[in-house]
């Protein structure tokens, strides 16, 4: 779906964090930051990623002030929407909808099974955890999850390698989602929890229709972890990373 023709109906901007406010596991820039300050002055933004919120405060809090004027405005929603956090002179949990320990133990021997029957081949390092617990959601990292963007980014372009391992994984966890993320990863979290319900919750909660709700990702395509959103028959937009990601900000920053 391309720009809605007319911006002024735009009440929310949601964004997808890796690759498309920042390049993976990076910080945002200050110029990014500087873009969402100036739309805060038009609408309320949020930014919905498969990340705990730890790292939200390592990626995006590190350069982003929420002490600005419009702070109650900035809302995160992290593991895939998962958890819904809102800032009030401080960010506060408005929703979390957390995994059994019955059904991580599930998850984790689904992978060890899936990544056995598919031939994933172990890297010699790994780099911080190979699969960890968000607590809302496990995820599968290739090269662990503090992996060098340089290391990510040739290993799975056309997305094969992962739907391989999901499709393993969707036959032993059909009550869970499992979804595409980043550029190495697989996150899973309990079924029916997306970015959808994460963003219809904050809809809800904000008083805002689908129309008047625009989404920006770099993972639309079917099985992506945005690919979710469509269902909501908001408008949405794929991005190809930071850069095309500020042209289309600064685009609906050119409103009159």
Same mark, same amino acid.
């Given at each position: ?5 007319? =911006? =002024? ?6 964004? #997808?964090? #890796? ?8 910080? +945002?820039?200050?110029?990014?930051? /500087?873009?969402?300050?100036? !739309? ?28 600005? /004027?419009?702070? &109650? ?14 800032? /009030? ?58 992996? @060098?963007?340089? +290391?990510?980014? &040739?290993? /799975? ?11 393993? !994984? ?16 697989? #996150? ?13 919750? !904050?809809?809800?909660?904000? #008083?805002?229709?689908?129309?008047? +709700? ?8 079917? &099985? ?12 949405? +937009?794929?991005?190809?990373? @930071? ?14």
């Amino acid at each position: 779906m391309k720009m809605p023709a007319s =911006k =002024k109906n735009l009440k929310l901007v949601a964004f #997808d964090l #890796d690759g498309t406010l920042a390049e993976s596991k990076s910080q +945002l820039t200050k110029e990014m930051a /500087d873009l969402l300050t100036r !739309l805060l002055d038009k609408m309320h933004v949020a930014i919905v990623s498969g990340a705990a919120f730890q790292q939200f405060e390592k990626q995006f809090l590190s350069t982003f002030n929420p002490e600005s /004027d419009h702070a &109650g405005r900035v809302h995160i929603l992290s593991t895939n929407g998962a958890s819904l956090y809102e800032y /009030d002179n401080s960010w506060n949990t408005l929703h979390t909808s957390t995994l059994t320990s019955v059904e991580k133990k599930k998850i984790f021997q689904a992978f060890d099974e899936a990544l056995s029957e598919t031939g994933f081949v172990y890297p010699e390092t790994i780099y911080g955890i190979l699969i960890e617990d968000r607590d809302s959601q496990i995820t599968f990292s290739a090269f662990g999850s503090e992996a @060098p963007l340089a +290391l990510k980014e &040739g290993w /799975d372009q056309d997305h094969a390698k992962r739907e391989r391992i999901a499709l393993a !994984l969707r036959a032993r966890l059909p009550e869970f989602s499992v979804r595409i993320g980043g550029s190495t990863s697989i #996150d899973i979290t309990a079924q029916g929890v997306d970015k959808a319900s994460g963003l219809e919750r !904050l809809m809800n909660h904000l #008083d805002i229709a689908p129309h008047e +709700l625009l989404y920006i990702g770099d993972a639309l395509f079917p &099985g992506g972890n945005d690919a979710s959103v469509h269902r909501l028959g908001s408008h949405t +937009l794929e991005t190809s990373g @930071p850069e095309e990601t500020k042209k289309i900000i600064n685009d609906i920053l050119s409103e009159e």
